[in-house]
């Protein structure tokens, strides 16, 4: 659990720097990776948990937790792809500029 913190910690401070969102354009950052691996280990475990038998006030109590966990890496799972789409949407618009370019460039060379 303290790994996953950590690890949404980082990617929110990535997120949070405009320097750094180039390392979340191209591909998901370790980050990412290590919390979304850390959230499926601790839902197998948390299952684990509550298949054992132990009462059902601790098995609710692991699952509002494991649910908040959830929540909040959706929520920068969902913020990491705006600053991809983002990203995404920007390249395009460059190329597009430089398709032009280069179509006016030949255009004039023809002239």
């Not at 913190?5 to 354009?25: F, M, N, P, Y």
């Not at 591909?27 to 197998?44: S, T, V």
């Not at 692991?62 to 705006?82: D, S, T």
């Amino acid at each position: 659990e303290q790994d996953f913190e950590l690890c949404l910690s980082q990617l929110r401070t990535i997120l949070g720097d405009s320097k750094q969102h180039k390392a979340v354009h191209a591909h998901n950052p370790y980050e990412y990776e290590q919390a979304q691996n850390y959230l499926k280990q601790m839902e197998i475990e948390s299952m684990n948990f509550m298949e054992a038998g132990y009462p059902h006030h601790e098995c609710d109590e692991v699952r509002k937790r494991i649910q908040a966990h959830k929540n909040e890496f959706n929520g920068l799972r969902k913020e990491m792809r705006k600053v991809q789409q983002a990203y995404e949407h920007s390249s395009l618009a460059e190329k597009s500029t430089d398709d032009q370019e280069l179509a006016d460039m030949e255009a004039y060379d023809k002239v």
